[in-house]
Structure formats: C-alpha cells, structure tokens
C-alpha cells in the first residue's frame, strides 16, 4: 500500500479514482481496509476525492469500509467538522440518486 503517496498526487486523474471504485468493489474485506487506511493517512485526499464523479463513489466505499474511530476520521476529513455534505457533495448526492 506504499503507492497510495501516489495517487496523492495525481487525484485530478479520472482514472485514478475509477480504479479505486473498482479496486474497493472487487477486493476482499482486509485489502479494502488497508486500502481505506492508506487513503485516510494521505492529508487532504479523501476530501479532494468527494468533489470528482467517480472519486465521490470511492469516498464512499471508504466510509462503508471503515468502523469505528477510523469511520468517524474518515467522516470527518470528507464532510468537515460538523458531519454533513457541504453543497457541492449534496448537489452530487442528489444526481447520482436513482
């Protein structure tokens, strides 16, 4: 999981975060986990990644993925201090909706 510095660095890329889409679709419960954490430990990225299409739809997975004080932190770094969607990841909540 020492690449995830990577994707750091590149999260503008579309492509990145329909990888991870699909990584946190496919994978096993623990490599879901340790991949969870990896993003949680780069500062600023699951944020970052909740404002892009397919990059939302990973934070997601993330937040499903993790429990306990992990969920909470995680929570906490894509929705800020008081839990809830800002605008924009309410606008996107609402299109993607079925």
């Known amino acids: ?5 990577l994707v750091g660095n590149e999260s503008d ?3 990145v975060s329909a990888v991870m889409v699909k990584i946190m679709s496919v994978a096993q419960r623990e490599e879901k ?3 969870a954490r ?5 500062p600023g990225l699951l944020r970052k990644m909740g404002t892009t299409r397919h990059g ?7 937040l499903k993925t993790l429990t306990g004080s992990e ?3 995680a ?3 894509l929705y800020g201090h ?8 309410r606008r996107r909540a609402a299109t993607l909706r079925p």
């Open 1 to 5: 999981m020492d690449n995830v510095t």
């Open 13 to 15: 890329n579309v492509y």
């Open 33 to 35: 986990v340790q991949l």
């Open 38 to 42: 990896s993003l949680l430990r780069v």
């Open 56 to 62: 939302h739809q990973a934070a997601k997975k993330v």
């Open 71 to 73: 969920h909470e932190d």
């Open 75 to 77: 929570r906490f770094q």
């Open 82 to 89: 008081g839990g809830e969607a800002t605008t924009e990841s």
